[in-house]
């Protein structure tokens, strides 16, 4: 008796399921009186142009599988999203970092220009009249010129690094 009444319980339950995935729904689609198109699952009473749609349920999405996906989609949007923040955070940082390595070199040459002027020691004594009496200028002159030079390549060196990193 207990095996009789499983089996009717599964053939109704095989039944049921059929019905249900072999259902057809009706949608209607007309245009209102704005000129939009308007889709509903009840007949529209004021219109004239009605299109009936058959919708084959089994062809449909469950709820579940509609949640899952928007839950997918949403995962794929924060994503994108976030990698769209870090390359924004990185072209920030590389533009900062450009432009600190421009300011530098620009500081270096203002710099250069500045010190090329001998300060007071760094003459020594006039070369003659027939160079137009131009003084000699000392090593100590020559050394911290030379040291602005090396400053400002290294500034250009780096502002050039800062220019091939990847961008």
Known sequence: MNNWLSVVIIVISFHVY??????ETKVYKYVDENGKVVYTSNPPNNSNNIEVIEVNEANTIPPLQIKAKQNEIKQQHDSVTNRIKERMSDREERTAEIKEARLEVTKKKEALEK???????????TIGALTGNKTRLSQKYHDRVSLLEKELETAEDKLKEVLKKKK
């Open 115 to 125: 010190g090329k002027t001998p300060q007071a020691g760094e003459r020594l004594g």
């Open 18 to 23: 059929y019905l249900v995935a072999h259902s």
